[in-house]
């Protein structure tokens, strides 16, 4: 379900609430369905970077490495020269334990032909739960494990984010690790980042469980009803 939050001079900024999560979007980004493909011309759209919901409150089957978790910018020197907090410009790496539920977003953007001069597009995505890691280049380990069922992602290299070029990419976790902003430069090959947050693990119900111990109290107590009950039908 979709609703319209706020209209801000700034820009429009959408609440989105699902049975997965509860995420607020802004600028540059629409929420979409988990799409046949991210291949490279596979979907695109000339304005906006698409995210989809790909794995909800998933148990990792294996450990699983990213490329970013501490707050902080991600990107090269001169892409992030304008921001006031400071570069990240080596991969804060991390593993996640097998075992760990977890809920993965994917972000994607591709333009339709190869422009000039790349397509700039930013915006933020907050979530209702804290990040637990962005993976911006090896997508492969992770793909099997958290990816959307049915959707194809590509396989070539060079399809995350450049994180050398000065005139490309760049993304943002926030301080408190609920926020990504980002600002990709979309032009030639797609912009894509994996976005894990933390998932709820699954309630394991019991379906036999062992009865509690019978007490001496309760015996009595049992034995006085039926006593009663007995003098009431005599």
Same mark, same amino acid.
């Given at each position: 379900m979709k609703s319209i939050i706020a209209t801000l001079a700034a820009g429009t900024v959408f609440s989105i609430v699902s049975s997965a999560s509860a995420l607020t979007l802004s600028g540059d980004v629409n929420m979409i369905h988990a799409p046949a493909s991210v291949k490279e011309n596979a979907r695109t759209n000339n304005r906006k970077a698409l995210l989809f919901t790909e794995s909800v409150n998933t148990v990792l089957a294996s450990d699983l490495t990213v490329e970013a978790y +501490?707050? @902080?910018a991600y990107g090269s020197t001169s892409a992030t020269a304008g921001l006031k907090k400071p570069l990240n410009?080596?991969?804060s790496t991390r593993t996640i334990a097998a075992g760990r539920a977890v809920t993965s977003y994917f972000l994607h953007a591709d333009? !339709? @032909?190869d422009a000039e001069s790349p397509t700039i597009m930013s915006g933020s995505i907050t979530f209702n739960d804290k $990040? +637990? @890691?962005v993976i911006f280049g090896n997508f492969a380990a992770s793909d099997a494990l958290v990816g959307a069922p049915g959707t194809a992602y590509e396989t070539a290299t060079g399809h995350g984010l450049d994180m050398t070029d000065p !005139?490309?990419?760049y993304?943002? $976790?926030s301080n408190d690790r609920m926020r990504i902003d980002f600002r990709f430069a979309?032009? @030639?090959i797609t912009d894509q980042i994996r976005i894990l947050i933390n998932g709820q693990a699954p309630l394991v119900v #019991? #379906? !036999?469980p062992i009865p509690e111990p019978v007490t001496p109290t309760l015996v009595a107590m049992g034995l006085g009803g039926l006593a009663l009950r007995r003098r009431h039908t005599a």
């Open positions: +501490l707050p @902080g410009t080596v991969a333009t !339709n @032909g $990040i +637990l @890691g !005139n490309a990419d993304f943002r $976790i979309v032009g @030639g #019991e #379906e !036999n």
